[in-house]
């Protein structure tokens, strides 16, 4: 008898000991800091985002939420480093349309696979860019953008924040449905190609709205149009840029994504802290008032819509003929 229960004993401590490592390493988990590697330099939409909502996660999470710039090769270089990191829930990635729905039609090598390398946690803001323009161009309209760009073709130049970046396709587009021929000058995100425009190095850009709406308001940049289709609460009086050449749609979108593998336990708890720091009224307010639509989903859905604007990004830049990089 005493025996028996010895071995039942044992035969217990075993079950217990075989559920010990999810949930234990899930109660453990975190006990260090996270990363969040944000794949344009500082300044950006996407650092912009990333820094209000980790800063907010962290204080869920119980652990600091540092932003690691890994910026080059329109966001190539740090969606790789992303997708190779241990799937240990303590590297993120903040992705973008650029990252995982532009770049795989763009680039004929990919070092990452934008589906299968990651596991989607949710879809955090969506928003129009702003095509703006140094002060001293005579452009108060597009219509004005596209004379200049006709009488001085392979000359007026716009600034983005890399191949393949949403602001590399914003020009792309210009370029292909205006019929244009205009010159792209690449830089390593939307913070330092916008300050090139400030600098007058470039005359214009599409750039974020985080970035640009403090310039346009001292008076050191001027918007043109915005590039959604449906008029931007920051200024509903903005032209978009499909009343002048219809088709014309660049919404860009960022989402937090960890490494494929890591665990289910990891990805639903990381949800629930990046879904109440999307929802927490102080980051609402603070991204809305830089032009974010703050946006929040669940994984299976991001998973869906990250696949769907791969779709339709391959159709507009193979429709578009936009040269691959
Ligand atoms: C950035 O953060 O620099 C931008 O989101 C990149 C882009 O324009 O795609």
């Known amino acids: 008898m005493e025996q028996t229960t010895r071995r039942m004993r044992r035969l217990g401590a075993g079950i217990a000991l075989a559920a010990l490592p999810l949930s234990a390493a899930s109660q453990a ?6 990363r969040i590697v944000v794949p344009f330099a500082p300044g950006g939409s996407t650092d912009i985002v990333a820094r209000a909502l980790g800063a907010r996660a962290a204080e869920g999470l119980g652990q600091a ?13 740090g969606a ?6 241990a799937p240990d829930g303590y590297t993120l990635f903040m992705g973008h349309v650029g990252t995982l729905a532009i770049n795989p039609a763009l680039y004929r090598k990919l070092p990452y696979d934008p589906i299968r390398d990651f596991a989607p946690i949710t879809l955090a803001i969506a928003s129009p860019l702003l095509l703006v323009v140094h002060p001293s161009l005579p452009a108060r309209g597009l219509k004005d ?57 470039v005359s214009m850009m599409f750039s974020g709205q985080g970035t640009s709406w403090p310039l346009i308001n001292a008076g050191k940049l001027r918007a043109v149009a915005h590039t ?19 088709g014309y749609e660049v919404i860009n979108w960022h989402g937090v994504l960890a490494p ?16 109440k720091a999307l929802g927490s009224s102080e980051v609402r307010a603070r991204l809305t008032e830089d032009g974010f639509q703050v946006v929040g989903n669940t994984p299976e859905e991001f998973a869906r819509f990250i696949a769907a604007e791969k779709d339709k990004w391959a159709k507009v830049i193979a429709a578009a003929r936009i040269p691959q990089e």
Not at 29 to 34: A, F, I, N, R, S
Not at 80 to 85: D, I, L, M
Not at 260 to 275: K, Y
């Open 65 to 77: 939420v540092v932003i690691e710039n890994r910026a080059g090769a329109g966001g190539n270089i």
């Open 228 to 246: 959604g289709n449906r008029p931007i609460p920051n200024a509903p009086k903005l032209s978009s840029m499909a009343e002048t050449l219809p």
């Open 260 to 275: 494929a593998g890591t665990s289910a336990e990891i990805i639903r708890r990381l949800h629930a802290e990046f879904v």
């Open 29 to 34: 988990w975190p006990v260090k800091p996270l």
């Open 80 to 85: 790789e480093v992303a997708a190779r990191a």
């Open 145 to 201: 953008v596209l004379a200049l760009a006709r009488s001085r073709p392979g000359q007026l130049a716009y600034s983005s924040a890399g191949s393949g970046s949403a602001s590399h396709l914003g020009g792309a587009l210009l370029e292909s449905l205006g019929k244009v021929d205009i010159l792209h000058v690449p830089y390593k995100g939307t913070g330092p190609a916008t300050m090139g425009v400030v600098g007058g190095e």
